[in-house]
């Protein structure tokens, strides 16, 4: 059997040719793919020629991957734009792969292209189940699946080889009959510009200042979830559960960043969104950052961002929730400058360093800031 032609009106999908080699190789080469795929490496012309005239018609031969070439137009010009497969797993069970050339990254190409392929896999395969998996940190891979309707159901330790070795890998589903729209909200953290701090998207730069902040005395006693000794291995497994719960539209964390250097001078975070309990708001300050008014500015810039309508780029939430212990005086006046109303107090209700505290809670509502 040969590869069926499947086309959008936009992109197609079709058998691959001789043609095809240059870009073949051109993609096979590239960085990200060198580092995202078991390609050969070095990758070599006759690795792109037994690829196209073996590996590709091989697979639809014994049945066992059905291998497209995606074709889209480059400035005009039909060009080869990468691959898409579904590897048939038996029981009408497959598994989906894909890669893209460089030229067509971006472009939105991939996504119809795997639009293209579930169609017929469904339809003319009766699959009734597709698997995606994606080395962990492979972000792109992920959005597009996200994107298609996959589910992300956890990670496979040591299950993915990779160069000699094993690595984590995430694991999704997609049933025949599941819709094929994100199953959630992506969240991200846009920049919000104050005159005392900026916040920003985190990033691995941040975490030499993190680690001076979370081993500060005054930090550390207030937060007692702070791993003590705080390592570098502890702010970046910090920053990938926020930036997965992030994905999974449970919270929005920001780094707090000096508007002059750029330095990160504290962290903030709005929690806990869609849960029964309500969202809530939580901060910290790099003792070199304190007494400036800075975390004041950034609740407020925050809270902003998390009253207005989603349609206008913020999270459309009507309510913010924030716990401090009694004793935290810093902490609440914080809340209080911003608006927050006390509304009762929880007793034994954080725990510091030292043991059970009585937590004050407090509260915002979106039409308070009307």
């Known amino acids: 059997m040969r590869a069926p032609t499947l086309t959008d009106g936009v992109v197609t999908l079709r058998a691959h040719r001789e043609e095809d080699l240059e870009d073949c190789l051109e993609q096979s080469t590239d960085p990200l793919s060198v580092r995202w795929t078991r390609v050969p490496v070095p990758y070599t012309r006759d690795d792109a020629k037994r690829f196209l005239r073996d590996a590709m018609p091989g697979g639809w031969a014994t049945d066992q991957e059905w291998g497209f070439a995606v074709e889209a137009h480059d ?25 893209a050339h460089p030229w067509a990254r971006g472009t939105g190409t991939v996504e119809r292209a795997l639009r293209l392929l579930l169609d017929w896999g469904f339809a003319e395969r009766d699959l009734a189940t597709v698997l995606w998996t994606a080395e962990v940190g492979n972000w792109a891979s992920r959005r597009t699946a996200w994107r ?77 979830a702070i791993p003590r000794p705080f390592a570098e291995t502890d702010a970046t497994a910090f920053l990938a559960e926020r930036r997965e719960s992030m994905i999974r539209g449970e919270v929005v964390h920001w780094t707090l960043a000096d508007p002059e250097t750029d330095a990160l001078i504290g962290s903030s975070s709005v929690f806990s969104i869609g849960s ?30 998390a009253f207005i309508d989603a349609e206008d780029g913020g999270l459309g939430l009507d309510k913010l929730r924030l716990v401090a212990a009694v004793d935290n005086t810093a902490s609440r006046r914080v809340a209080e400058v911003n608006g927050f109303r006390e509304v009762g107090t929880e007793r034994a209700g954080t725990t510091c360093r030292d043991g059970k505290h009585d937590a004050v809670v407090y509260d915002l509502l979106a039409s308070d800031l009307s």
Request: hydrophobic share 35%.
């Open 75 to 99: 400035g005009g010009t039909p060009r080869y734009a990468g691959t898409v497969t579904l590897r048939n797993e038996g029981d009408r069970r497959a598994e989906i792969a894909y890669g």
């Open 148 to 224: 298609l309707g996959f589910s992300c159901d956890g990670v496979l330790r040591d299950w993915m080889t990779q160069r000699g070795g094993l690595s984590d890998a995430w694991v999704g589903t997609l049933g025949r009959d599941d819709e094929r729209a994100p199953r959630t909200p992506w969240l991200q953290a846009p920049v919000l510009r104050g005159e005392r701090v900026v916040l920003r998207p985190a990033s691995e730069a941040d975490v030499p200042r993190m680690v001076e902040a979370c081993r500060d005395e005054t930090t550390s006693y207030w937060i007692n």
């Open 276 to 305: 029964s309990s309500g969202a809530e708001i939580g901060y910290w300050l790099h003792p070199d950052a304190r007494g400036r008014g800075a975390m004041r500015e950034a609740v407020a810039l925050a809270v902003r961002h």
